[in-house]
């Protein structure tokens, strides 16, 4: 097996970022003198991007959610405004 104890280094910056440990972080944990070098050691993996894409969504939704409210407030103001003409 060939295993160096480097390699946890890897194992560790990639466990903390699939965690929710954001890279500045994880690059102050380390010593790197920037991201660069930290985004190297932290690996990511399909699944552990997909809660990024799920968080995207959500504020999407939200956002989407918002609008419709603010969208049918003016109209009920319209409404009412032409109705007392």
């Given at each position: 097996?060939?295993?160096?104890f480097?390699?946890?280094r890897?194992?560790?910056?990639?466990?903390?970022?699939?965690?929710?440990?954001?890279?500045?972080?994880?690059q102050l944990i380390?010593?790197?003198?920037g991201?660069?070098?930290t985004?190297?050691y932290?690996?990511?993996?399909?699944?552990?991007?997909?809660s990024a894409?799920d968080?995207?969504?959500?504020?999407s939704q939200?956002?989407h959610n918002?609008?419709?409210?603010?969208?049918?407030?003016?109209y009920?103001?319209?409404?009412?405004q032409?109705?007392?003409?």
């Amino acid at each position: 097996m060939d295993f160096r104890f480097h390699d946890l280094r890897h194992t560790a910056a990639t466990r903390m970022v699939q965690n929710g440990v954001d890279l500045y972080k994880v690059q102050l944990i380390l010593g790197h003198k920037g991201p660069q070098m930290t985004q190297r050691y932290a690996h990511h993996y399909p699944e552990s991007l997909r809660s990024a894409v799920d968080t995207l969504e959500k504020v999407s939704q939200i956002c989407h959610n918002r609008a419709d409210q603010q969208n049918n407030q003016s109209y009920k103001k319209l409404k009412s405004q032409h109705a007392g003409q």
